[in-house]
């Protein structure tokens, strides 16, 4: 069993910044891949950002390309979400999520395939 455990979210400004953290536990992080979706009031769950076992490869939405990074610290357990110039629309539940690398290479943007999540972390952008 894999527990996934985020913080870091609370209220902030438009155009401001917040780093979302997520600890794993349970089993060997560096076995896993890891994404960050977020889910808004009445929207679907979304890919946000992604990244590979070693940390080397990152995937982005194209919604947060260029403001928003995903980093992991293997030695740690945790992987991380640094969002810059965040904007109203922001707003969401942010989740982190744990997929088999195999699985990550072809479907890194589809929650579906995603088999452990934590319980999110929820972050407010005021205008």
């Known amino acids: 069993q894999v527990q996934l455990v985020e913080s870091g979210g609370e209220l902030v400004q438009a155009g401001g910044s917040l780093r979302l953290s997520c600890v794993v536990s349970g089993r060997t992080f560096s076995n896993y891949a890891m994404g960050w979706f977020r889910q808004g009031h009445a929207k679907e769950r979304e890919f946000v950002a992604g990244v590979s076992l070693s940390g080397a490869n990152a995937d982005y939405a194209g919604s947060v390309k260029g403001r928003f990074t995903i980093s992991r610290d293997n030695a740690k357990n945790s992987v991380y979400l640094q969002m810059n110039s965040l904007k109203p629309e922001d707003t969401a539940v942010y989740y982190c999520?744990?997929?088999?690398?195999?699985?990550?290479?072809?479907?890194?943007?589809?929650?579906?395939?995603?088999?452990?999540w934590g319980q999110g972390t929820q972050v407010t952008v005021s205008s």
């Open positions: 999520a744990a997929v088999d690398p195999r699985t990550y290479v072809i479907h890194w943007y589809d929650a579906g395939r995603y088999d452990y």
